[in-house]
Nanobody
Framework: QVQLVESGGGLVQPGGSLRLSCAAS????????MGWYRQASGRRRALVAR???????NYADSVKGRFTISRDNAKKMVYLQMNSLKPEDTAVYYC??????????????WGRGTQVTVSS
């Protein structure tokens, strides 16, 4: 069974930092883009950051300069380092990846999410 499992969420004070991790497991033959999305209460899920399999990145304007996405292809993991956190960063953060599971096209997959709460 193929899974994306997030970890590292929690409660942090404004100005603090968190590092999210996402591990892909199961029979996976390759991974294209990986990324992080977030969904705040009452709002639509939105892109936070994405990274290609060769390391090119793009970020939402709201997190540029504060968040850094990275990946470890050998470990099939993607990370999100979040610094200078603000209350408006509070959301459920979801891992997303394009996984090659045996077909010639990748399948877009989601994790179950991890809660990040920024509050004093």
């Amino acid at each position: 069974q193929v899974q994306l499992v997030e970890s590292g969420g929690g409660l942090v004070q404004p100005g603090g930092s968190l590092r999210l991790s996402c591990a892909a497991s199961g029979t996976i033959f390759g991974i294209d883009d990986m990324g992080w999305y977030r969904q705040a209460s009452g709002r639509r899920r939105a892109l936070v950051a994405r990274i290609t399999n060769v390391g090119s990145t793009n970020y939402a304007d709201s997190v540029k300069g504060r968040f850094t996405i990275s990946r470890d292809n050998a470990k099939k993991m993607v990370y999100l380092q979040m610094n200078s956190l603000k209350p408006e960063d509070t959301a459920v953060y979801y891992c997303n990846a394009d996984l090659y599971l045996g077909g010639w096209r990748p399948e877009n997959s989601w994790g179950r999410g991890t809660q990040v709460t920024v509050s004093s």
